[in-house]
């Protein structure tokens, strides 16, 4: 039997209500109030996060940082809880069911579905609480885009396409090149 969720009418989303979403393969988060759901992701994306997964734990200089994929809530605000797809940050901001501060490294890997969502909403959010780096990957392309924070606004540092590679010094040194994502 399935239950059905009811959401509040006429005031925006708090994280509690967001406690209240079904277990049912979706990705569900708030942007100021609002509900985000997306469908799952298609394999090629996966690919990508786990690559990228493999690339940044090698290059981690310890176990001070943490390097994780989603599900994982990022609590920004009470009625903004985000799950990027990868993100790496100090192992202490962690409580023992979210990351309670703004990663250091916060990444998305455009999908249809999620690519406005990930190129205009979440880095806006991600910059006001002080994210100091937000990756996109566009796995159609391939490409990374790499933005930072300069003076309390995010800065492109970078471009790359197919074989050409990017050598991130924030939040740790690693070199990565978006057709290498790919490799199965």
Same mark, same amino acid.
């Given at each position: ?10 005031? +925006?989303?708090? &994280?509690?209500?967001? %406690?209240?979403? +079904? ?7 708030? $942007? ?51 799950? +990027? ?11 023992? &069911? ?24 979440? +880095?806006?959010?991600? %910059? ?47 070199? $990565?090149?978006?057709? %290498?994502?790919?490799?199965?």
């Amino acid at each position: 039997m399935s239950s059905v969720t009811t959401l509040p009418y006429g005031r +925006p989303l708090t &994280r509690a209500d967001l %406690e209240t979403m +079904p277990d049912d393969g979706h990705r569900y988060e708030l $942007i100021d109030g609002v509900l985000i759901v997306s469908p799952a992701p298609r394999p090629v994306h996966q690919r990508v996060v786990a690559n990228l997964l493999v690339a940044l734990r090698a290059a981690r200089p310890g176990p001070e940082f943490e390097v994780l994929t989603s599900p994982l809530d990022v609590v920004l605000a009470d009625d903004t809880v985000l799950q +990027p797809d990868v993100l790496v940050a100090r192992a202490a901001d962690f409580t023992d &069911r979210d990351l309670s501060a703004a990663p250091l490294l916060a990444v998305e890997v455009l999908s249809a579905s999620t690519r406005r969502v990930d190129q205009l909403l979440k +880095p806006s959010r991600l %910059e006001a609480a002080g994210c100091p780096a937000y990756w996109t990957v566009d796995p159609d392309v391939p490409a990374l885009w790499v933005r930072e924070l300069r003076d309390g606004c995010y800065a492109d540092i970078a471009y790359v396409e197919g074989k050409e590679t990017f050598h991130a010094t924030t939040p740790f040194p690693v070199a $990565i090149a978006p057709a %290498e994502l790919l490799a199965p």
